[in-house]
């Protein structure tokens, strides 16, 4: 056996994702809008699927709905579909109990930026 | 698409080691030249005669080895063959068996050895492994998250089971199946004989998936001999063959799918496979299916078009060893293991040695079909690779 540690210290380029992990970094939503469907992404997509390139950044209120959810040893994760976007979005739940439905973006409480809800009453409020 | 020559890629060597957790000091170097030389046995032809090794391995995180193929090119003897490296996550075995069996039918090869292997149990932590998983979706805005496969994979599942109005007992149905099958497999990592008690009482992981119902990271290597027929020694004339392949891949992202509990990727695959092959999924009479997880095997046999009512050919027994057609007779992921990059490699092997009569005696099927499907796919089949493979009349 030839035991070994190596710490690997990555700087990882957000490139043209820049302006959604900026918004993430202060709890903003940031989607983009296919300029031939108007569907909108969010996380933004590069190619939007009706096969669209080009596209426009637009903000979010960063509530959603969790419609899919799932609780184990690495914490609480769900589908949401966040107000405005057309698909469901993968997100990490933090403080939601069973029967709680809806959530807020928040800044993440972890070392990477990632989707993270926090249970509110409902999208409208 | 062409169909393909049915008498053209020839599966002369089939081998495998046995997938399990190492602790016998023992490297993937070796378990890799173990299942080679077994297979070019098989074979039975010289190492000089290979023309191509295509290698896969799903990460080099796992071996501390970046440019595997040089370096098993020079540890199984076979200096200064054309080498690839294949990776598509866990569809890595299947997408290398697809190259190596290109390079047969381009002309470009007369025999190519395929060599799938992974140190999945032994060089890093459970952790560790479960962390970098994590990057196998879009490592920025899902893998971030710390989101887990088994985590997408349930994710996926429910909304498939919600569909189908399936629940636990068709998660413990499979799990013990499968676990069964193992049971008679020497090579296999989890034979294990659990009671569906045990099953629903083991820990949670990413609900509703418990410990039970996933499959186990593993170490192991599996290796493949392809060759032109027209280059095959006599004695391997009638050996099985491979009579079609496909693959896709689907969005990235769960969410972005039309329908995230449908396995849409393996089905495009499969009607490529299935066109390439002339044949339906009907005409199918055993299949290796990626069973990561128990529900991930009902959701890949409906893709496949394996089944139209799932529920109902799990209950009446259609996937079990005697059924219409056989499902992970080697015991698949959950029984057998996941050294990832040999997982693929590994399933074509078995459907090959069970379509000529040679597989462990107890699974070994008492009539061999005429044709048989390997199946993987990669993170939450992201990306999808089916293999089938004809009776070449060995049997």
Known sequence: MIP??????????????????????????????????????????????????????????????????????????ALARFLGAARMATVRLNGFTEGTRFGQLTTADQELPHLCLVPVEDVST | ???????????????????????????????????????????????????????????DFFSLQLNPVALFASELGLHGVAGTRCEAGGASGQVAVQSAAQ?????QARHVAVIGVDPSASSLSGDMIRTLYGFSFDAMTDGFSGVTATALYALSWQIFAAEHGFGDDELACVTLQNRAN??????AHLPRTDTADEIAESPMIASPYRRLHCSPLSDGAAA?????????????????????MGAATDHMHLGVRD???????????MQHACRHAGIAPGDLGLAEIYDSFAGAQLQGLAALGLTDAPGADLENGAFSPNGRCPVNLSGGLMGQGAP?????????????????????????????????????????CTTAAVTILQNGGAA
């Open chain 1, 4 to 77: 070994y540690q190596m710490r690997l210290n990555y700087t990882l380029r957000s490139g043209w994702l820049a302006p959604f992990f900026d918004a993430l970094d202060k709890g903003d939503a940031l989607g983009r809008r296919c300029t031939a469907c108007e569907a909108v992404s969010y996380p933004p997509l590069r190619v939007c699927p009706c096969g669209e390139r080009d596209g426009e950044w637009v903000r979010l209120s960063g509530r959603a709905e969790v419609l899919w959810r799932t609780t184990g040893a690495d914490g609480a994760f």
């Open chain 2, 1 to 59: 698409m062409t169909s393909i020559d049915d008498s053209k890629v020839i599966v002369t060597g089939a081998a495998q080691t046995r997938f399990n957790r190492r602790k016998d000091n023992s490297s993937f170097r070796d378990w890799a030249a173990e299942a080679f030389n077994a297979a070019l046995e098989m074979a039975g032809i010289d190492r000089a005669e290979i023309d191509a090794l295509f290698v896969a391995s799903e990460s």
């Open chain 2, 103 to 107: 390079a047969v039918l381009s002309g």
């Open chain 2, 182 to 187: 193992a049971c008679a497999n020497p090579d």
């Open chain 2, 224 to 244: 493949l001999i392809l060759s032109d027929a027209a280059y095959v020694p006599a004695a391997r004339e009638r050996a099985s063959r491979i009579a079609g």
């Open chain 2, 259 to 269: 329908d995230p509990g449908m396995f849409s990727a393996k089905r495009k695959a």
């Open chain 2, 340 to 380: 990832v990059g040999a997982i693929g490699v590994a399933q074509v092997a078995a459907c090959a040695r069970m379509l000529e009569g040679t597989y462990h005696e107890e699974l070994q099927p008492s009539s061999p079909p005429a044709y048989a499907l390997a199946d993987t796919h990669g993170a939450v």
